[in-house]
């Protein structure tokens, strides 16, 4: 699914974010993304949703090279996944519901499916009940759940999660994670970005940890042939 | 290596039908938006509506100008001061056959003493002119050109009249309706400088209030760029925006023109009476209407994608 070869990913100005990291995530598995701030998370999950390009080595997306996408293409690859943010990145003005089906309207569903899969979505995540209320009224857990349902409305392949639980209470947390468990064990790929380290312990998927951009611990090697 | 994209792409009919009803969509929301925040969408509107105006009623002004110097031109007339010899029935023959002439409308004899009578009358110097022993006024014969003669023919009528041996001075008095006509060539020139300036400032309007449009919307272009929206999609509602911006402005103008006539067509309807004319006040046609507000409409769509071009391309996901 996922395939980074030597990515480099240096900013203007010199910072070097990335150093040479290569790692393989195969299609349906989960896998979570470790360090500290500032050891480069943030900067892998940006070149794989194409808001950042890689220095130099080569990113993959289920077989499409990230290297060389033209700017024309980058919102249909970005179909395919689904991105969960630390601030959810809700919209305050329109309802739970609006917000969850914005991704089916861009792709120009048809109203009677859109009905359908944003409410399946909500269900998923247990916030059918709802789908009226304004985002503004929810508790911080449940923004966090209706940006999950928004990221896997439209069955992406991919779910990106860049520190999920960064603003939940543990049990809230465990919760959120679990959604993620359930959504891998129907074949999606999942790559979260945590350090809440017990938790990812407790869930026992492969670990890949970043310090200062470069790769410490790797679960995921290379596997050239996949 | 092969391009796993295209299977995640609907089939050519369910993306016309998708563009199809997301630019309804796009056109709902976006008066939906206006609905929701009509005191800052009326300051707007208001704005365009009057700036929209002011070409406007100049227009209409110089059209009725036009309508009411296009009636004098249709009196123009030529007289034929004949010479002091002809006697009556040379007058009466010649206006017979002036009248059989196909570029002219009507003919007037003004006999000698009719004319001196009139002077008389008129003129203040009554008893003076007694004191005459000859009557000095000549035979006039009034010619009135046919309806619609252009102006050059009409002075080829007047040469013609000019040349009979009868006639002494064939006058044509047009001097002044060509000052006219000048005038309001350079009048009519002045309102295209004006509508070109003024629809540059309605360009301008929209745009600026487009980009802070998207300056308010920020956050949600972010979110839908990354959510896989393309920039058409994007673009859409703030084009909308601008069209809807652009309509309402004309409509607006439209109206404040209409009214200033009404406004106007009290005291026009009083000169009117001073001339004893029966000049109607024109206002705009459909045809015209159609014009103001298809201009405005695309100036509206045409600053709103000023805008959009400039602005929206800026805001990329970080």
């Given amino acids: 699914m996922i395939q980074f070869h030597n990515v480099t990913k240096r900013y203007p100005g010199g910072y070097e974010a990335l150093t040479n990291v290569s790692l393989n995530l195969p299609a349906g598995e989960m896998a979570f993304l ?3 701030s500032g050891a480069g998370k943030s900067t892998l999950l940006k070149i794989i949703s194409l808001i950042e390009k890689p220095t130099r080595g080569q990113a993959i997306l289920n077989q499409i ?6 700017r024309k293409r980058i919102p249909y690859i970005r179909r395919n996944i689904g991105i969960i943010f630390q601030d959810h990145q809700l919209l305050f003005d329109r309802p739970v519901f609006d917000n969850v089906a914005m991704p089916l309207i861009i792709q120009g569903y048809a109203h009677p499916e859109i009905r359908k899969r944003t409410r399946a979505a909500l269900d998923k995540v247990g916030l059918l009940h709802k789908e009226k209320s304004m985002p503004i009224t929810l508790s911080g857990g449940e923004q966090q759940r209706v940006g999950i349902a928004r990221a896997v409305v439209h069955k992406p392949m991919l779910l990106l999660a860049d ?17 993620f ?15 809440d380290l017990n938790l990812i312990e407790e869930l026992q998927k492969p670990v890949v940890t970043l310090n200062q951009g470069s790769v410490i611990h790797n679960d995921l090697e290379r596997d050239d042939d996949r | 290596m092969t391009d796993n994209i295209h299977q995640y792409r609907p089939g050519a009919f369910k993306q016309l039908t998708a563009w199809l009803l997301h630019h309804f969509q796009s056109l709902v929301f976006s008066l939906g938006k206006i609905y929701r925040s009509p005191s800052s969408t009326l300051m707007t509107v208001a704005v365009i509506g009057i700036t929209l105006t002011l070409p406007g009623g100049f227009y209409l002004f110089l059209k009725n100008i036009e309508n009411i110097s296009g009636d004098f031109r249709s009196t123009t007339q030529i007289s034929l ?14 206006e017979q056959q002036l009248s059989a002439n196909p570029d002219v409308a009507d003919t007037l004899l003004i006999t000698r003493s009719q004319a001196l009578a009139e002077f008389k009358k008129h003129s203040g110097f009554g008893e003076s002119i007694e004191q005459l022993a000859d009557n000095p006024l000549p035979h006039t014969l009034i010619v009135q050109p046919r309806q619609n003669m252009e102006t050059l023919n009409i002075k080829t009528l007047q040469s013609k009249l000019q040349s009979l041996p009868l006639v002494d001075i064939a006058k044509l008095d047009t001097e002044w309706l060509e000052r006219l006509y000048t005038l309001l060539d350079m009048a009519k020139r002045a309102v295209i400088i004006i509508s070109l300036l003024f629809s540059f400032a309605v360009l301008l309007i929209i745009g600026n209030t487009i980009r802070l449009d998207i300056q308010n919307r920020y956050q949600e272009i972010i979110v839908t760029k990354l959510i896989g929206a393309t920039d058409a999609f994007i673009r859409r509602p703030f084009l909308y925006g601008g069209v809807w911006y652009g309509l309402f402005g004309g409509i607006l103008s439209w109206l404040l023109v209409e009214l200033s006539a009404l406004v106007l067509s009290g005291p026009f309807a009083r000169l009117n009476l001073l001339y004893q004319a029966e000049f109607k006040l024109m206002t705009f046609t459909l045809s015209d209407f159609m014009i103001l507000i298809a201009a405005s409409t695309l100036l509206g769509l045409a600053g709103s994608w000023l805008a959009v071009a400039r602005h929206l391309n800026e805001i990329e996901p970080k």
């Fill in chain 1, 181 to 195: 468990v359930e959504f891998h064990q129907v074949g999606v790929s999942v790559l979260v970005a945590s350090h």
């Fill in chain 1, 34 to 36: 470790t360090g500290h």
């Fill in chain 2, 81 to 94: 001061y004949l010479k002091l010899d002809t006697t009556l029935d040379q007058a009466h023959r010649l």
């Fill in chain 1, 163 to 179: 520190e999920p639980t960064g603003n939940l209470d543990p049990v809230l947390s465990r919760e959120i994670m679990q959604i």
């Fill in chain 1, 65 to 70: 090279n990230l290297n060389t996408v033209s």
